[in-house]
């Protein structure tokens, strides 16, 4: 299938590894010149150099946390006009609710909503102007079914959710689409960073710990980040424009609700 | 991005005609051999030799009402191991509350209802065994915002969306995806017969009638088939088996909730 | 709480025991004059004694299944312009997707909406014009989670909760409200009857399947019919006239959903 | 209808007018103890003396901003011990997308999210040991279809939606519920000064902006305060305590969705 954005360009956010990673490849395979960035430098450089040399499109990379003002100008920098826009970011570490203290509900806040909304600020209305923008934000299943102890994640992203749906409603009729996609256990290295840590708190075996994680997901595995990637694509892709405001669900079918 | 679906087999139900042909054109393109269904047999010859003369894949006709067991008959003599299946069919008429009798609500649910379920019933056994399975129900956007004289269409479809939402859970483990997608305001020869309609009884231009259609969709045009149709194709890819239990809506944004 | 509904007239369907019982007796604590239903007439016998005999209101009772045309009848006789409706009746049994009968299929659709909404017709125009109604119906949780083997319940009870949405928003501006009830484990003579049958097939004492049942409920418990009868009491009240159309999950907080 | 609240007490935060007075109100004459709280003193004397006037209950008044820790250590010591709490505050300001500040958007987070969050970790484990408690957070029909110029608004309450659903799965089995009220366009005075906005900037009369702010409520008028105050009321009820995690609307059945 032809997805239509060959040439186009294209900044995401924390992709330098995981799923982030996934998205640009799937992009890049489509023809989208693309701009990765990450936390560290050497993440980084793998992935610029990785995907300049499995596809022939521009690759440029941009070293820093992507909620602030710097990192933002250096993305824009690399990348004046994008067309797509992929929102990411690490994901804050479970905190039970008594535990939640104003400072780390604060940085989650930042993270999550204040730095992802000044960066679309910037970049939404040349999308506009252009006619073309396709925004996807990943989010976390947990958004539509609160687990207690995630609340730093669910009560910062909900926020989004809900900021990027009445952006949606107002750039759809320009060509420009808002969605978000919300995944539930990839196999990615946060997953296996888990798994090592139930085995040594629960003295089970590496496969025991990655069983328990696949135990939770209808599908009866974990997802694969080029699944997680595809999906992306097709968000991106110039067929996709009548379809925004939505928020899917990438879960190996685990979500229990009707809608 | 290649769908990897070449070579797969498609049953598709009320497909010679509007978004179920615009399907049957996405996945033909994809190497997919298909199964087309409608009710008028010019309609349905029309459908096959242009999709045979346009892709290389195995096109079949059947003729008839696709919620009978005679048609199911015929279409699994067509195609007995079909990979994908399309469910789709003609909506209801609008009804108001006060109008609505129980032979227009039974024969509703029967087209809705208890023909897609018994012809499920014939497949799902063997995607199963086969390890592959891709089913997407055509619903309709209103079912998530219930227009009162929409009654019979809503009053039967939420029904489906709750059983093949059941039926998700049970087959995801199996590569059998379920999933439905809730189109509003496509171009097709049905929104053109109901502009005509509009014309008449309120003594508007075409242009006026049509320029009413888009005024509720946030997108400002209506839908193109083909967009419809590559988004039911990403929907049988090989990629998104990962997919189950959603409700994809295609409505050019329009949809005013959170989720 | 004064609800303001002493001396107004109520049709239960489905009440002479359990849920519908509660429902009867919390609204008859509140001065409603009720019709009580049911299809054994020990019951319904039983009913209004107990009822007369606790409350100050008139209490008839109609024998009989309330889906049928005959029933509505003698319902409507006894009282020709009820104010307040319960919506109620024995929800169907567990059946696997792939032994969904069109029999059984068509029978629930005709308990679940086509009586309904027959009878519905009947009453709805006389609370318009009163400018008072109150339409309660008692729908379960599973229309929201759907499990696979419940397809007779939200496979047809879905469509009776879009139905009564459109319905909420013709006739909410004429003070006629229509809410639904979503109840899950109640302390009620089905949930015995379960633990019985579990007690049986498992080989277990009467209190590991009582526990069994509450291990689902995040309260902790079951139910009380009594908290389900308040809950309709309520949803009844002058003082709810601006709440309507809405899914209330009676369930011991144990959807999962943020909405 | 006895509540069996008689005797309890209540915190209820921003309380002095509109919504959280109606709720005040409500309570106290179900025999509820209660702290008002307001951030103008004359406001919070107001409150005070007319509930004591009219109710045989002890109401203290606490002045301040409720999302602050002095103000919290104020209610604390005015109710050491508080069975029910509501959870209040001022909405923000329409602000466009292109407009929301890191400023803006750090102060509505504080308001919505971080303040009610560090009072509740204050009051949670006396209800918990106690075994009863009634959290109720006015949010607004918003957070489910969020309108682009309130992204203050429902960018913050979304979270704190996500983040009380959490909250609520830990604590009912304690027989503490936690559920919101998300009303729509209620006759207090905002409602009031809104139309006078109206009224200069497009030139029209009081009676015509009030028509307009009632030509999107489906029910044909605003809502009271003193039925707001009785939904609060209801959810308080001792015969609440199963119905827990929901985000009940009080919109004149306003909401589009089925769900």
Do not use: W
Request: proline content about 4%; charged content about 20%; aromatic content about 4%.
């Amino acid at each position: 299938m032809d997805l239509g954005i060959s040439g186009r360009r294209a900044i995401l956010l924390a992709s330098s590894r995981g799923l982030g990673r996934a998205c640009a490849e799937s992009i890049a395979r489509e023809g989208v010149h693309i701009v990765i960035n990450g936390r560290t430098a050497a993440d980084v450089d793998t992935a610029v150099s990785e995907l300049q040399a499995a596809h022939d499109v521009e690759v440029t990379g941009v070293v820093g946390d992507s909620s602030t003002r710097e990192v933002h100008d250096a993305l824009l920098d690399a990348c004046p006009e994008p067309d797509i826009v992929l929102l990411n970011g690490e994901g804050p570490s479970p905190t039970p609710f008594d535990r939640l203290g104003a400072e780390a509900l604060d940085a989650a806040f930042q993270q999550a909503v204040v730095g992802p909304v000044s960066f679309l600020q910037r970049v939404v209305p040349g999308m506009v102007e252009r006619r073309f923008g396709r925004i996807v934000a990943v989010s976390s299943a947990m958004v539509k079914t609160p687990n207690p102890v995630m609340s730093l994640s669910h009560g910062t992203r909900l926020g989004l959710a809900g900021i990027l749906k009445g952006l949606s409603k107002d750039v759809v009729a320009h060509n420009v689409t808002v969605n978000q996609l919300l995944p539930e256990r990839f196999d990615t290295g946060r997953q296996q960073q888990m798994a090592e840590l139930v085995m040594k708190s629960k003295g089970v075996s590496y496969d025991e710990a990655r069983a328990e994680q696949i135990a939770s997901i209808k599908a009866g595995r974990l997802g694969r980040p080029d699944e997680f990637g595809d999906a992306f694509a097709y968000l991106c892709s110039a067929q996709a424009g009548y379809l925004s405001g939505q928020s899917l669900q990438l879960d190996g079918g685990s979500y229990e609700g009707i809608f």
